[in-house]
Nanobody, 119 residues
Framework: QVQLVESGGGEVPPGGSLNLSCVASGKTADIYSMAWYRQTPGKQRELVASINRDRYINYPGSARGRFTISTDIAWNTVYLLMDSLRPEDTAVYYC?????????????WGKGELVTVSS
């Protein structure tokens, strides 16, 4: 099992910055990738940024150029530095980890961290 705990959310004005953190505990040695997703009411959860042990980084949407995903060297913590925040970035942000073993792939989620961008 892997447990994920997010922190660093809050309310900022447009143009502001926040740095989200997600600490992983448990069987972290098998974690292959980590990611940040976000969700607003009535919408599907969407991928914001992801990173894997091959150092492939993906920003599929509007986060490109404004957000930066990184991990610590031990892959126990994943960060999301968010700059130039916009009101449409307001959402609950979820940390995700994917653990690979010989027999199966496991997905884990944090409980979410609220980010509000408002003047």
């Amino acid at each position: 099992q892997v447990q994920l705990v997010e922190s660093g959310g809050g309310e900022v004005p447009p143009g502001g910055s926040l740095n989200l953190s997600c600490v992983a505990s448990g069987k972290t040695a098998d974690i292959y990738s980590m990611a940040w997703y976000r969700q607003t009411p009535g919408k599907q959860r969407e991928l914001v940024a992801s990173i894997n042990r091959d150092r492939y980084i993906n920003y599929p949407g509007s986060a490109r150029g404004r957000f930066t995903i990184s991990t610590d060297i031990a892959w126990n913590t994943v960060y999301l530095l968010m700059d130039s925040l916009r009101p449409e970035d307001t959402a609950v942000y979820y940390c995700h980890a994917q653990r690979l073993t010989v027999v199966a792939t496991y997905d884990y989620w944090g409980k979410g961290e609220l980010v509000t961008v408002s003047s």
